[in-house]
């Protein structure tokens, strides 16, 4: 009997999304291109369960019923090209290929056209949760062919993770949507991981808070509906882990120099391509950047000094201000992100449903959180909502914040600890609800200099002045006129 399912590729992820997809009751077939692999796998992982394994591709079709249901879990880029193509030759007209890697849009959107027009049919799986996301229900954003979508429905509302509104996944669009859409998701990852470090760096390092204190604050911020998530709780547990050799708290004998796969850079890149400002993102993805200075930070330390002054304020009092701050700044991170959902769904013709992308993220992924579910809310509402920012619950709860998120910011600059995210969520707040902003002056400049015109706000058209010849009269002259 042929199994119902294929898996492709056997690293963390493959191996996890196959073993949930045979819990679930569909029985597969998978590959790997290394039979060590594949070996270890069935003795360890698979054992007396409804798996085949195929130690060639042809036999890996062979295997699989029709139209054939691929998951691709290779490496993102080169790879899913090159695995595409050796499957091509083997399918049949209608069988469905599933790139469930972190794969760039753009790519997916490529070979979602060229597999049509071949005749096949292609979904780019946005797939969020990690190892245990992958076993244990993860948040999936399939995008691409609908057809093959309503066809791997069953399956993957199966797997995915379960909330009280129904399972973790839904068809985003056609094309590069769903991967898309997992590249948005990582890039509010980004900036939540970043806001989140920047409060524990003012815990420990203004209030002197030790481990334990650090725990406690963060397991407390997780009970409250703002900021329980799955971020907190588990930076909540890191504090409770101790080094075995030093017997010091693990986190603080940890490299302060974080890695990046890409996925945030991706988001700025077309953030930047299509106009839209997400300053918090952005400064996540630099904050990453400038922890892997560490050698020249390291140095610049022993000859550049910052401020001396030490926090001398209500340290009891002052740990629900960072608690205020870091909600108003990602509530400023989730609104740069949804403002880019909105406007790429524009663009792309993604005809995005931003509730469901709200609710699809409430269970399974990594930015899964409470606070979900009043953005879900909010789009369900109103669905041409222009910013979050402007929701009635969102807007009046940074007015009622707004002051401890100032003070926070304030007091870092003042003891020198830097809260790029922080600042950047501000100004951001800042720029969105100002109705005049410094940029005439910018455009002044540039009419100056090159000659690229303004608009005026009392007058309609386009107007270019000779401003050398204007700047050469009298100071007194110009004004009088």
Known sequence: MAQSFGVIGLAVMGENLALNVERNGFPIAVYNRSREKTDTFMATRATGKNVVAAYTLEEFVAALERPRKILIMVKAGAPVDATIQQLKPLL??????????????????????????????????????????????????PGGTKQAYDFLEPILTKIAAQVDDGPCVTYIGPGGAGHYVKMVHNGIEYGDMQLIAEAY???????????????????????????????????????????????????????????????????????????????????????????????????AAKQITGPSATFDGDVKAFIPKIRDALYCSKMC?????????????????????LGECARIWKGGCIIRAGFLNKIKHAFDENPGLPNLLLAPEFKQTILDRQAAWREVVATAAQLGIPVPAFSASLDYFDSYRRDRLPQNLTQAQRDYFGAHTYERTDKPGTFHTDWIHTVDQEPEAVLAK
């Open 333 to 353: 991170s989730y609104a740069q992100g949804m403002a880019l959902l909105s406007k790429a769904s524009e663009l792309y013709g993604y005809d995005l449903n």
């Open 201 to 299: 760096d003012l815990l420990k390092n203004v209030l002197g808070l030790n481990a334990q204190q650090l725990h406690e604050v963060f397991a407390e911020w997780n009970t409250t509906d703002e900021l329980n998530s799955y971020l907190i709780e588990i930076t909540a547990d890191v504090f409770k882990v101790s080094d075995p050799d030093s017997g010091l708290p693990l986190v603080d004998v940890i490299k302060d120099a974080a890695g990046q796969k890409g996925t945030g850079r991706w988001t700025v890149d077309d953030a930047l391509e299509i106009g839209v400002a997400i300053p918090t993102i952005i400064a996540a993805v630099t904050a990453r950047i400038m922890s892997s200075y560490k050698q020249e930070r390291v140095e």
């Open 92 to 141: 049949d007209e209608g069988d469905i290929l599933i790139d469930g890697g972190n794969s760039l849009f753009k790519d997916t959107a490529r070979r979602a056209e060229e597999l049509e027009s071949a005749k096949f049919t292609f979904i780019g799986m946005g797939v969020s949760g990690g190892e245990e996301g992958a076993l244990n229900g993860p948040s999936l954003m």
